[in-house]
């Protein structure tokens, strides 16, 4: 029994990871035959096929309820690609849905899933391997934690790839977003930084706030959501427009349903009493 929680701790995360990695050559496939027909992201966003870059034209896109947010799945070789969207997310505002689906299309066209899965594998792989050799070095009391060597040593690889994959995929977003999406998901994540203000000081163990850095404690993948919002910001400024707050179209109705929706995300992901 022993032997075999030995070998779940050391090897179970790189089979955790590969799965990860094949799901995203056969989960879309999947999703397609469960679900049936789709929009298309070439329909409906054809400025990302206008600008040289070679986004296969097949991605299918499904609204899922009880969903938040967005995610995709997919390569831009497999045989099929899709992106799964919020139903809520869309009906709370169509230009930051839009602004989020072309950021997933990123995540297919750069391969990001296969790869992130396969190099968290193959690190909590050598991390296994290396489990004897690590324990030959630890006294008796502490050689059992290097069990947990491929875990960490997984999770951190895991972290640090999506956290590039996610900036670029922000990039990616900004560059093909037209003005309304921008605005839109300005809106958005300024909702969110908002709702992580007047919540931090009331659910510390929630949500961290450094200096004017702004970020979910559960979130260790994306950018801080200041920076984030920066980045927007700084795509608004290069189009020599202001930032969605200080327009006259800023809609105060709309802004308090955007943080209505960060609070029920968050009563979700941390299971807060909130009101």
């Not at 969110?192 to 850095?213: A, K, M, R, W, Y």
């Not at 795509?235 to 707050?245: D, I, M, S, V």
């Not at 802004?255 to 009563?267: A, S």
Request: glycine fraction near 6%; include cysteine.
């Amino acid at each position: 029994m022993a032997s075999l929680i030995t070998n779940a701790l050391s090897w179970g995360p790189t089979a955790y990871y590969a799965l990860g990695a094949i799901n995203n050559l056969i989960g879309p496939s999947l999703i397609k035959a469960l679900r049936g027909s789709a929009r298309l992201a070439k329909d409906l966003f054809p400025e990302v096929y206008t600008q040289g870059k070679n986004v296969r034209p097949d991605i299918a896109i499904y609204q899922v309820p009880h969903l938040r947010g967005a995610t995709a799945l997919g390569t831009s070789f497999g045989p099929s690609a899709v992106i799964l969207v919020g139903k809520d997310l869309s009906a709370l505002d169509r230009q930051a849905s839009n602004y989020v689906c072309k950021h997933e299309i990123s995540h297919i066209l750069e391969n990001d899933g296969l790869v992130t899965g396969a190099l968290a594998s193959i690190s909590s792989a050598l991390s296994a391997c290396a489990v004897p050799f690590l324990k030959s070095c630890l006294p008796w009391w502490a050689a059992p934690l290097s069990n947990l060597a491929p875990l960490l040593i997984g999770r951190k690889v895991h972290d640090f790839v999506v956290g590039c994959f996610e900036d670029r995929a922000d990039r990616f977003a900004s560059d093909h977003a037209t003005v309304a999406e921008l605005r839109g998901i300005e809106r958005f994540v300024r909702g969110e930084i908002e709702v992580n203000q007047d919540l931090q000081s009331t659910h510390p163990h929630c949500f961290s706030v450094e200096g004017n850095t702004h970020k979910t404690l559960s979130d260790s993948s994306h950018s801080p959501l200041t920076d984030r919002l920066a980045g927007i910001r700084g795509e608004l400024k290069k189009r020599k427009l202001p930032a969605t707050q200080d327009h006259p179209r800023n809609n105060a109705t709309q802004m308090k349903k955007i943080r209505e929706y960060h609070k029920d995300t968050y009563k979700n992901v941390f299971n807060l009493n909130i009101s």
